[in-house]
């Protein structure tokens, strides 16, 4: 039953929810920062357009002279096709190693987001107690505060002790029998 054990465990483990709710208060932190970033960005438009314009011109620049460097780089490639695989094997260690690093960064950033929406949960759920047990109260009332039912008159009968009578047995109908059918 290892199976079974493992899908109780998988969906009993709340981590998956407090990163979620870790992403959302991320999200939400940062959408508050984007007013003042926007308000930044447009009192820099002049220096970016006098940036862009610059840019531009630097591009074009380079543009003029990329058919010879292109020539050159093809020119320069090495011919030997030893020298391409070592480089191709050499360039595939870097990309594994990179792929290993990023799935690092990643789990610990899962683990950071999945603190983080713990700790929002938990500043959440006191409120959520209150409400829950401020209702609870609301629709249990305790047994002091019931109140008793006293007869107006006194020589009118007291209903609770018609109450606590059993009810008395309901009638059954005779049954019909079906036509041409004999009891």
């Given at each position: 039953?290892?199976i079974?054990d493992?899908?109780?465990k998988?969906l009993?483990?709340?981590?998956?929810l407090?990163?979620?709710a870790?992403?959302?208060?991320?999200?939400?932190?940062?959408?508050?920062e984007?007013?003042?970033?926007v308000e930044?960005?447009?009192a820099?438009r002049?220096g970016?357009?006098e940036?862009?314009?610059?840019?531009l011109?630097?591009?074009q620049?380079?543009?003029?002279?990329?058919?010879?460097?292109?020539?050159?780089?093809?020119t320069a490639?090495?011919?030997?096709?030893?020298?391409?695989?070592?480089?191709?094997q050499?360039?595939a260690?870097?990309?594994?190693a990179?792929?290993?690093?990023l799935?690092?960064?990643?789990?610990e950033?899962?683990?950071?987001?999945a603190?983080r929406g713990k700790v929002?949960?938990d500043k959440?759920?006191?409120?959520a107690?209150?409400?829950?047990?401020?209702?609870?109260?609301?629709?249990?009332p305790?047994?002091a505060?019931?109140p008793v039912?006293?007869?107006?008159?006194p020589?009118e009968?007291?209903e609770?002790?018609?109450?606590d009578?059993?009810?008395?047995?309901?009638k059954?109908?005779p049954r019909k029998?079906?036509?041409?059918?004999?009891e």
């Amino acid at each position: 039953m290892p199976i079974t054990d493992e899908i109780k465990k998988t969906l009993t483990d709340p981590t998956p929810l407090y990163a979620l709710a870790g992403a959302g208060d991320l999200a939400y932190e940062k959408l508050r920062e984007v007013p003042g970033k926007v308000e930044a960005l447009a009192a820099d438009r002049q220096g970016a357009q006098e940036m862009a314009t610059a840019k531009l011109h630097e591009a074009q620049g380079l543009l003029a002279g990329a058919p010879a460097k292109v020539t050159e780089a093809v020119t320069a490639l090495p011919t030997d096709l030893k020298v391409l695989q070592e480089r191709a094997q050499g360039f595939a260690l870097q990309q594994v190693a990179r792929a290993v690093e990023l799935a690092v960064r990643a789990k610990e950033t899962y683990d950071e987001l999945a603190e983080r929406g713990k700790v929002v949960v938990d500043k959440a759920r006191p409120q959520a107690d209150s409400t829950q047990a401020d209702a609870a109260q609301a629709v249990e009332p305790s047994d002091a505060a019931e109140p008793v039912a006293e007869p107006a008159d006194p020589a009118e009968p007291i209903e609770a002790e018609l109450l606590d009578e059993p009810p008395a047995p309901k009638k059954s109908k005779p049954r019909k029998s079906a036509p041409g059918v004999t009891e």
